[in-house]
């Protein structure tokens, strides 16, 4: 058995060595329903991630039908998942919050400079040790 190309070739069916998943048959596989796995996978998402987000009332619409295990996702809740993702970017509060993680990590960027392990510092005590 060969070795798959992609990482979405186990998941996706209709994807095989002969017919690798190019842009192409990725768009003619997005018009059919897809399993949390597969949607996962073309996402590029973990089923963790998939399910804190539905957690959080932010994934897309499921299909069950009733009195059995069995999940899928349609075409249609994809496409309207992938609005409501682009208008929650949008909103202030996402834009809040995205600044407000910048100015964190500006911050924790300057007390690791500062710091006296720090690379540049380590680097500087090293030759002076040499020249001495």
Known sequence: MTKPNNKYEDI?????????????????????????????AIEGMSLSTYAKLQKMG???????????????????AREDWHKRMDEERKTDEAQLE??????????????AAASPAHVSKTKAKKSARETA
């Open 12 to 40: 996706l069916d209709g994807s095989t060595e002969e017919t690798p998943l190019t842009k192409e048959v990725l768009q003619q596989e997005t018009a059919r329903s897809f399993t949390k796995s597969q949607f996962c």
């Open 58 to 76: 932010k994934g897309p619409d499921e299909l069950r039908f009733a009195g059995m295990n069995f999940v899928r996702i349609t075409a249609k």
């Open 98 to 111: 995205r600044a407000r993680r910048s100015e964190a990590l500006k911050r924790l960027g300057k007390l």
